[in-house]
């Protein structure tokens, strides 16, 4: 038995699409691209908001994250902008969406901005995008943005393997 203060942890498939359909049918561009590039990279919200145009990469088919979490490796990239560590994440599903998310954010310093359009969007802010879709979209009120991180992995670690 869980306890009502435990968060949920993971999203169904319908719960995602539920998720994503609300601001998609509803025209809100900027708040169904910060969900869809969370879902499909499987960011955190900080690392979402700090996404550029030009570190997505699809030739390489990798985007180029901005990260607050401690890397350990030498010879990480960090970025110039936010003084913080570059982490490749693969492209491996939802390339469609992503390459409409980079087509949407080019021009701007930042795909996710701020009222300040020279800074992005704070975390806070894109907690209550993701807060207000959640409710909208009838999903329990103790799931957090990180639910769709935690889903994302699950589904792709269930996802068919090619091992070739």
Known sequence: MTKKSE???FLTKQEVSDLLSGPRRHG???????????FALGLRIGEAVRLRAELFDFKTKEVLVPTLKRVNSRGTEIDPVTQTPLLPVPIV????????????GSGRKWIFQGQIPSQHMTERNGSRVFKRWAGLAGLDCRVSSHALRHTAASMLFRAPKNIV
């Open 93 to 104: 599903s939802h390339e469609t969406v992503l390459r409409a998310i980079h087509k949407w």
């Open 28 to 38: 809100s561009a900027r708040d169904y691209y910060l969900l869809a590039s969370m």
């Open 7 to 9: 968060r949920l942890r």
